[in-house]
């Protein structure tokens, strides 16, 4: 099973921490802000400081292994990629400043800091949005999940299509590991060259699809049969509401908010590294 | 008392597309995610979650194509890929926009060297523009983690030294195969499903 589909198959871990219990306007409110201010920023140390504190509350809100797996699969192969062919004399046009050498199969590469720069920095920017996007689904069950959407003002059947993804995407997997099985119980060989193996693609999504579009009839009965279109006022299991520890969390983000603004008009987008902006 | 009958009939059936495509919409966005993870199991040489979206637009129309596609995009932005990779929802609204025009302009027959020619045009190198354009501008146009267009990019960046060019060959060495064989295996199974499903004109 991929790493993916293990994580969308998990829902909310339900420990009884102060992150569970903080509104889930507030942890979608972090997710936004931590994203947004490394993007302002340039600079890989703050924005692994920014990882790092994600990673904390995660690991105390007891999310930090699927976490740091999704992180393992996406972040470090791309680093190591984007690393060694922006920060060694492969092309990058913004290549300056030369750091060091390296040794490879005999011959001696310096090592460029814009390269590097770029190709620790983008990376991370991506991995605190990850870790943060994470740490607001994994602590937040689907009953806040929903609360917390309607009280964002997004519109009833859009949390309806959002909340269902979530649903089928499960659903599905199971669908189409059952056909996997009935394919290959009836001669669908896994071993083959790449055409056989697009036609065993169609093998298997076409009666996933025809299966799963059955369904939708179904599931459209059901919804109107339940007055899912009725011209009401909707009511809902859990009402989100903030509580004291919620004003003490956004007055934390405040606080540093004003502290990194002025960082950045005294001493600029990349306060500890002081890389030099490049802008592609 | 027969017609009374239909009356009733009429009072409970889901007939209004509004909310078939409500139901829909999730499902394609599903079927996206779903089908990138067969593609690892069956190990097909496709990305795999695009193909949702092509199958919408051609059943549902363009607005079912790109919600689900859009939607599945963004859920993955939530989840696992991160906020900034919200924006590639668009990249699914424009291969719902390229599907929407290629149906409209009947090019939906695989035998045709008419439809290759303008899927692998359109798909292969008119696309990869605008996913080049998201890449740089929002994710710092590195390289991609998988091999061979990690390989490309470092090629024509060595030999040309032109950053945007890397970029764009980069992000068509991935396209110009995957989205022409998403866009087959979307035209396929929509030819085999029930005409009940399908709401597109």
Redesign the interface.
């Known amino acids: 099973m991929?790493a993916?589909?293990s994580?969308?198959k998990r829902t909310a871990v339900e420990a009884n921490t102060i992150f569970q219990r903080l509104d889930g306007r507030v942890k979608f409110l972090y997710?936004?802000w931590a994203?947004v201010l490394v993007?302002i920023f340039y600079d890989p140390y703050l924005t692994l400081a920014f990882l790092i504190v994600t990673l904390a509350m995660a690991a105390y809100a007891k999310v930090f292994k699927p976490i740091a797996m999704?992180l393992l699969i996406?972040i470090v192969?791309?680093i190591i990629?984007?690393v060694l062919?922006?920060a060694l004399p492969?092309?990058?046009?913004w290549n300056k400043t030369v750091i060091g050498y390296i040794n490879v199969l005999g011959y001696r590469l310096p090592v460029y800091l814009e390269g590097l720069g770029?190709?620790i920095?983008?990376?991370l920017?991506?991995?605190?949005?990850?870790s943060?996007?994470?740490f607001?689904?994994l602590t937040t069950n689907q009953a806040k999940l929903v609360a917390t959407l309607f009280k964002m003002k997004v519109p009833f059947?859009a949390i309806?299509?959002?909340i269902?993804?979530?649903q089928?995407?499960p659903?599905?997997?199971d669908e189409?590991n059952t056909i996997?099985q009935a394919q290959i119980s009836r001669g669908l060989k896994?071993d083959v060259g790449?055409l056989q193996?697009?036609k065993?693609?169609?093998a298997?999504?076409?009666p996933?699809?025809?299966s799963?579009?059955n369904?939708?009839?179904t599931?459209?009965?059901t919804?109107?049969?339940r007055g899912?279109?009725a011209p009401v006022k909707k009511t809902f299991l859990y009402e989100a509401r903030l509580t004291a520890a919620d004003w003490a969390f956004l007055g934390i983000m405040a606080a540093v908010t004003v502290f990194l603004a002025w960082v950045y008009v005294t001493i600029g987008y990349s306060p500890v590294a002081h890389l030099q902006w490049i802008w592609? | 008392m027969a017609e009374t009958k239909e009356i009733e009939m009429k009072e409970i059936s889901p007939t209004g597309k509004a909310i078939i495509a409500v139901v829909l919409i999730p499902t394609i966005a599903a079927l996206n995610y779903v089908g990138g993870v067969i593609v690892e199991a069956l190990k097909a040489p496709i990305w795999g979650d695009t193909w949702g979206t092509m199958l919408g637009t051609l059943i549902g129309g363009f607005w079912v194509g790109a919600a689900g596609g859009f939607l599945y995009n963004i859920i993955m932005a939530f989840t696992m890929w991160g906020l900034p990779n919200w924006v590639w929802g668009f990249a699914n609204v424009a291969v719902a926009l390229i599907t929407w025009f290629l149906m409209k302009m009947n090019l939906t027959d695989l035998k045709s060297l008419k439809t290759w020619a303008a899927v692998i045009g359109l798909f292969g190198f008119v696309y990869p523009a605008f996913t080049t354009a998201i890449s740089i501008g929002v994710f710092g146009g590195g390289p991609l983690w998988k091999p061979i267009p990690a390989a490309v990019y470092a090629a024509v960046l060595k030999s040309t030294g032109n950053f945007y060019l890397a970029n764009y060959l980069q992000n068509v060495s991935t396209e110009i195969i995957d989205k022409p064989i998403s866009y087959a295996i979307a035209v396929i199974i929509a030819s085999r499903i029930p005409k009940r499903f399908i709401l597109a004109k």
């Open positions: 991929s993916g589909i994580l969308l997710f936004i994203t993007y999704t996406i192969p791309w990629l984007g062919i922006l492969f092309g990058f046009p770029w190709g920095t983008w990376p920017r991506i991995s605190v949005a990850i943060s996007a994470l607001f689904y059947k309806y299509m959002i269902a993804t979530f089928f995407i659903l599905l997997f189409a996997i896994t790449v193996r697009i065993n693609y169609l298997v999504v076409i996933l699809t025809i799963a579009l369904k939708v009839q599931r459209a009965i919804l109107e049969s899912f279109s592609a």
